[in-house]
């Protein structure tokens, strides 16, 4: 019998499992070492996303060759990226990913032809190109990169960042969106309702945004538990019938951090019924989807039972 009466805090609500993963990629880049750190040229996994592309672009572009072995095009592209890359003095980098082996990030990049070759700065995707090119003409492509950078900085002097010795202060983290910031903020005091809102803003201006998507879905699990009695819901869980209770039951797994748990309790809950009340919890579990990061195995696995239970 499912335990619900230890509900998880807020902020475990609205990480699930978002700040583990990227606090797990840095420790890898650390235990790797400084010179690992600082290499021009890093192969990349769905794990390891997060870290290495978007979070180092914060303050140097990152080139992204998403390539394949099956595609002769790759064989040639990758070996003159990772030369004039090498030759920059570490103004950017070369970030590697084998498609075959982490099809999630070209789905969720849109990639439709490999080699393809993406510029992502400050957390965006800025310019790029899908053909074989000559190294000529890489390296006028990223120069002219390079320039759109240096005016970036020019505007946004602020967020330049410092060069320093072995002696000096930390820099400083990424550059993180105002609306994030302003979200956890209002987290902090308790204020749901202008998290949400600033989810929402972040979401108006990029769409798709998976922090605020998951923020929205964590705000979500505790705006509706907020009132519920855990023992209550256990014992109404009893009931089969009682929609109401396998929906709250299974926001309460999630808050605990019983994920697998609160999927299969809703899945079960879509091969039994039909109708209004099938469609009703579907949408509940996709609500819930939204709360953990698009790579995370869990879902991966209550994705394709949903779709088993659905057809």
Same mark, same amino acid.
């Given at each position: 019998?499912? @335990?619900? #009466? ?13 700040? &583990? ?34 979070? +180092? ?7 992204? *060759?998403? /390539? #394949?072995?099956?595609?002769?095009? #790759? ?20 970030? &590697?990913?084998?498609?075959?082996? #982490? ?6 990049? !849109?990639?439709? =032809? ?6 992502? $700065? ?6 790029? $190109? ?10 006028? /492509? ?45 987290? *902090? ?38 009132? %519920? @009695?855990?023992?209550?819901?256990? +014992? ?12 709250? %039951? =299974? @926001? ?12 299969? +309790? ?5 091969? !039994? ?6 469609? %009703?919890? !579907? &949408?509940?579990?996709?609500?819930? $989807?939204? %709360?953990?990061?698009? @790579? ?7 994705? +394709? ?5 659905? $057809?």
């Amino acid at each position: 019998m499912a @335990d619900f #009466s230890r509900p998880g805090s807020l902020h475990g609500a609205i990480d699930l499992g978002a700040r &583990k993963q990227a606090l797990e990629a840095q420790a890898k880049r650390e235990a790797a070492g400084p010179q690992a750190a600082s290499a021009s040229v890093v192969d990349v996994t769905e794990a390891t996303f997060t870290g290495d592309v978007i979070e +180092r672009s914060m303050t140097v572009p990152v080139i992204l *060759d998403l /390539w #394949s072995p099956r595609a002769p095009g #790759s064989a040639q592209l990758s070996p003159v990226l990772e030369k004039v890359v090498a030759g920059m003095g570490g103004r950017a980098v070369l970030a &590697k990913v084998n498609v075959d082996a #982490s099809p999630q990030i070209a789905q969720a990049l !849109r990639v439709q =032809a490999v080699p393809t070759v993406l510029a992502i $700065f400050q957390g965006q995707a800025v310019t790029g $190109f899908q053909q074989v090119l000559p190294e000529a003409e890489i390296q006028r /492509w990223l120069d002219e990169l390079m320039g759109a950078v240096e005016q970036f900085y020019e505007a946004n002097p602020d967020v330049r960042p410092q060069l320093q010795d072995d002696a000096a202060e930390p820099a400083p983290g990424p550059v993180l969106d105002p609306d994030l910031v302003a979200a956890e903020e209002a987290i *902090d005091k308790g204020d749901l309702d202008a998290a949400v809102a600033a989810y929402e803003r972040l979401l108006a201006r990029v769409p798709g945004n998976e922090d605020a998507k998951m923020g929205l879905a964590g705000v979500g699990l505790i705006q509706r538990t907020m009132a %519920a @009695d855990p023992a209550e819901i256990q +014992r109404r869980t009893q009931d089969p019938a009682d929609l109401e209770a396998q929906l709250l %039951a =299974a @926001d309460l797994e999630m808050l605990n951090g019983a994920v697998d748990e609160a999927f299969a +309790r809703l899945v079960g809950v879509v091969k !039994r019924t039909s109708g209004d009340e099938r469609d %009703a919890v !579907r &949408k509940h579990l996709l609500g819930l $989807f939204d %709360a953990l990061p698009a @790579d995370d195995p869990s879902l991966v696995k209550a994705r +394709r039972a949903l779709a088993n239970a659905l $057809f």
